[in-house]
């Protein structure tokens, strides 16, 4: 399978710094995420979900539109309610 193509938002670029999430975590769900479910509020949004082992196995979320082109990364953060659910 083909690694996605993305881009990032800036808030997407200035949440990774804050947030202390690595690029290598990002790809990693985006390119092989363990659950993928549909926005519930905005159809052409998807939220790309996986475990990060090397960080205390927590749940990082990303939300990206992938009908962009290149794909477009909106935001990521580790989802607490999902902590365990994967």
């Known amino acids: 399978m083909a690694k996605l193509v993305y881009e990032l938002s800036q808030h997407a ?3 990774l710094h804050e947030r202390e999430i690595r690029t290598e975590w990002l790809e990693r769900v985006l390119n092989t995420p363990q659950q993928v479910e549909p926005d519930a509020l905005e159809a052409e949004l998807e939220h790309r979900l996986g475990r990060i082992p090397e960080y205390d196995d927590r749940v990082l979320r990303v939300i990206l539109k992938p009908s962009a082109k290149p ?11 999902r ?3 994967l």
């Open 13 to 15: 670029r200035d949440v």
């Open 71 to 81: 794909a477009r990364v909106i935001t990521a953060y580790f989802d607490r309610a």
């Open 83 to 85: 902590r365990g659910t």
